[in-house]
């Protein structure tokens, strides 16, 4: 089993930024593709980004293209999301992802672990 914690949430007014963190651990493995994914009352969860084990591909959402950077640092099994120009749309609960094998993808029922949430709001 693999634990993900995200941790970085917080308030902050439009156009300002935050950086989640998702720490990763028991049976972890630096091979494991990683996602983050968020959910505003009332919707669907949404994809976010993608980042595949070596940082070599990453993936985004158009909404969050050119102001959210995904990274991850394997060395400490964490993983990142830098949210700048925030806006208020963008307030939900935000979720890490995993999974065991393949490519990245866009789609939440390929990850196999997930986090908690941390709660994302953006004030206008």
């Known amino acids: 089993q693999v634990q993900l914690v995200e941790s970085g949430g917080g308030l902050v007014q439009a156009g300002g930024s935050l950086r989640l963190s998702c720490a990763a651990s028991?049976?972890?493995?630096?091979?494991?593709?990683m996602g983050w994914f968020r959910q505003a009352p009332g919707k669907e969860r949404e994809f976010v980004a993608a980042?595949?084990?070596?940082?070599?591909?990453?993936y985004y959402a158009n909404f969050v293209k050119g102001r959210f950077t995904i990274s991850r640092d394997n060395d400490k099994n964490t993983g990142y999301l830098q949210m700048n120009s925030l806006k208020p749309e963008d307030t939900a609960v935000y979720y890490c992802?995993?999974?065991?094998?393949?490519?990245?993808?866009?789609?939440?029922?390929?990850?196999?672990?997930w986090g908690q949430g941390t709660q994302v709001t953006v004030s206008s």
């Open positions: 992802a995993a999974k065991r094998l393949g490519s990245i993808t866009t789609r939440s029922d390929d990850y196999h672990y």
């Open positions: 028991g049976r972890t493995s630096t091979t494991y593709p």
């Open positions: 980042i595949n084990w070596d940082s070599s591909t990453t």
